[in-house]
């Protein structure tokens, strides 16, 4: 079937994007990529973190970095974002969660690999100071990340009470703060933290890679490449 109506409204076609020309963290790679690894693993009397959360400053590239990360790796992610995790309908955000989780599940059932991929958590379930509402979903979209990390294989939607036990679905989610979310989400080892800050080497990443390059092929050629020292300072 070809019908649109069949498709994940979460679901990220990374086909027509490219990866090509754009220089991917490898600190941030490896990171993200031992923590998917781990979630489809086998690890006996070893608790694994279901939650990566990768925090850092505004446009920054913590989105466009993993984007990139999934097309390499071949990843077929599931996107939601902070604008999802609020509803006039009280307890819906929190289903649209499992929702999106099942459907990752679904795609590793078949044979290719998944994540549920959320963007900025912070603004969406995390609370900003006094000024901002606490609401019912807040607290809804908090308790059920928790109960993700506690049984990431038992995942059910309100009025179903079958158990049924599906594959594990790694969550990363971006955000700004992860200090505004609810404490217990944060701690006791559900959610495992990164740092990302883009460094001069990730900046100058690809210029210095073509510079390295050039350089080397002018020493292979005979022809005079840049002296020690030299050729630093890309910006």
């Known amino acids: 079937m070809s019908s649109s109506d069949y498709v ?3 679901f990220k ?3 027509n994007m490219t990866d090509e020309g754009y220089y991917i963290s490898k600190g941030f790679m490896d990171r993200v990529t031992v923590h998917i690894c781990k979630n489809f693993m086998e690890l006996p ?5 279901l939650i990566l959360g990768v925090w850092g400053g505004k446009g920054q590239g913590k989105t466009f970095q993993s984007m990139l990360m999934f097309k390499k790796l071949g990843i077929s992610p599931i996107v939601m974002s902070a604008g999802e995790l609020e509803s006039g309908n009280a307890g819906e955000p929190a289903k649209l969660i499992r929702q999106r989780y099942r459907e990752a599940s679904d795609i590793i ?3 290719r690999m998944s994540t549920l991929f959320i963007n900025d958590l912070d603004a969406g379930a995390g609370r900003m100071g006094g000024s901002t509402q606490y609401t019912v979903n807040n607290q809804m979209v908090n308790a059920t990340l928790m109960n993700l990390a506690d049984n990431p294989t038992n995942v059910q939607l309100p009025g179903q009470y079958q158990v049924e036990e599906i594959p594990r679905v790694p969550i990363i989610a971006t ?3 992860f200090s505004t979310l609810y404490a217990p989400l944060i701690r006791d080892g ?3 933290k990164y740092y990302w800050s883009p460094t001069f080497e990730d900046r100058v990443g690809v210029a210095a890679e073509e510079r390295q390059a050039q350089d080397g092929g002018e020493a292979a050629g005979g022809r005079p490449g840049l002296g020690r020292g030299q050729g630093r300072g890309v910006h």
């Open 8 to 10: 994940s409204d979460g």
């Open 45 to 49: 009397k070893i608790k694994v973190p």
């Open 190 to 192: 559900r959610m495992d």
């Open 13 to 15: 076609d990374l086909n």
């Open 175 to 177: 955000g700004n703060d």
């Open 109 to 111: 059932k078949k044979g």
